[in-house]
């Protein structure tokens, strides 16, 4: 059985409080969390916590690393060609192998050459476009 996401236990967590809150017992998001984590096979939610932010965190970035992801929902590989910043706020740019239309209108392009952000432990932009979706998603390639 695959382990869920952090993102996942904590919205499980959020819906357990809100569906007891509606039945009548109100618990606290601490409480909730707690309960989510036993659900999980977790002694506690920090438990659970540290195990899914483990298995969660990408691969180590480095100057040179060839990467996979998405930009503004677009596929891109590259290298990576500057990186700074600690593990939980790393700024990365990318020269990509190919360029990428960053534009989904037919009558308007943008094509970039190089990618910029700023992603977290996850690889992922806290920054996201209006159907939700990180900005920017960075993965080692396959070797």
């Known amino acids: 059985m695959t382990q869920p996401s952090l993102e996942t236990v904590k919205t499980q967590a959020k819906a357990l409080r809100q569906a007891l809150q509606a039945q009548g017992t109100a618990i606290?998001?601490?409480q909730a969390l707690e309960l989510i984590a036993r659900?999980?096979?977790a002694r506690d939610w920090n438990t659970l916590h540290a195990r899914l932010g483990q298995r969660n965190a990408p691969a180590e970035l480095?100057?040179?690393s060839k990467v996979t992801g998405h930009?503004?929902?677009q596929a891109y590989s590259g290298v990576i060609v500057a990186l700074s910043g600690p593990s939980g706020n790393r700024h990365v740019?990318?020269?990509l192998d190919?360029?990428?239309d960053t534009v989904r209108f037919d009558s308007f392009s943008?094509?970039?050459h190089r990618i910029r952000g700023t992603i977290g432990e996850d690889g992922r932009s806290s920054r996201k476009t209006s159907d939700g979706s990180p900005h920017l998603t960075v993965n080692i390639a396959p070797t």
Do not use: F, K, T, V
Request: net charge neutral; no cysteine; glycine share 14%.
């Open 28 to 30: 606290s998001h601490a």
């Open 39 to 41: 659900q999980h096979g």
């Open 62 to 64: 480095a100057l040179g």
């Open 71 to 73: 930009y503004l929902g």
């Open 93 to 95: 740019e990318i020269a």
């Open 98 to 100: 190919q360029p990428i």
């Open 110 to 112: 943008n094509w970039r």
